[in-house]
């Protein structure tokens, strides 16, 4: 069965350092997302990408993160210099269309 | 706006019984609703969606959710609980033209023998 992939599972880094998170969406999916959660709260949306560009953000996608389709399999989140609260499970997921996203397992980012 | 409310933190319930797990909402429009599980150090599993048609919907692992607009409410159901569905619920609703997904706090259910 198809699913949505991350690396790494676990990344741990350095206040002010740059990370950069890995996703490789179902093949035939057109839509992507991030989400995260922040231990013990709500899953939270970030962002969603379509077409090449961003279609959808929320108010925690400030100007630190940033999203790339580098390539015809890959999404990457990168977060430009990282904080203490930037500390989550971030989740990749892709849809085909106006149904059902697919979530990868998540790359827990701890940073210190 | 759109929001999600899981009154319930936990919910037990003794193998073999009935479950249901509690969801509201509230959308502009048409709400697309779901239900997602999470296993422990697991990502969110989709378990069945509402877009239209029918209130009562059937998904995975015996799971079904009835949807009620008056009450605005998407709960999920199951009429035989296993020890196995013991995990970390999430109902999310997202409205016409929106891609976001909103997510309630989720619901632990825990499934005695």
């Known amino acids: 069965e198809p699913e949505v992939t991350q690396t790494p599972s676990h990344q741990v880094t350095q206040m002010g350092q740059e990370v950069i998170l890995r996703c490789v969406p179902i093949?035939?999916?057109?839509?992507f997302y991030w989400y995260r959660q922040i231990l013990g709260q709500k899953v939270e949306f970030l962002v969603s990408?379509?077409?090449?560009?961003?279609?959808?953000k929320s108010e925690i996608f400030d100007d630190q993160f940033s999203v790339e389709r580098p390539d015809g399999s890959n999404f990457t989140l990168k977060i430009r210099s990282t904080k203490l609260e930037d500390s989550a499970m971030y989740f990749c997921?892709?849809?085909?269309?106006?149904?059902?996203?697919?979530f990868g397992q998540g790359t827990r980012l701890t940073v210190v | 706006a759109q929001s999600v409310a899981q009154p319930e933190d936990q919910v037990n319930v003794a193998e073999g019984n009935p479950l249901t797990v509690k969801c509201t909402y509230s959308?502009?429009?048409?709400?697309?609703l779901f239900w997602y599980v999470q296993y422990p150090n697991r990502g969110l599993q989709f378990l069945l969606k509402?877009?239209?048609?029918?209130?009562l919907v059937k998904g995975s692992y015996g799971f079904e959710a009835e949807f009620n607009k008056s009450q605005t409410s998407f709960h999920l159901k199951k009429p035989s609980a296993l020890v196995s569905d013991s995990a970390l619920y999430f109902c999310?609703?997202?409205?016409?033209?929106?891609?976001?997904?909103?997510f309630g706090s989720g619901t632990r259910l825990q499934v005695q023998p």
């Open positions: 093949s035939n999916h057109l839509y």
């Open positions: 959308v502009s429009g048409n709400p697309y």
């Open positions: 999310a609703v997202r409205g016409t033209g929106r891609r976001a997904l909103t």
């Open positions: 997921a892709s849809s085909a269309g106006t149904v059902e996203a697919f």
């Open positions: 509402y877009i239209t048609g029918d209130n």
């Open positions: 990408f379509y077409n090449n560009e961003i279609s959808e």
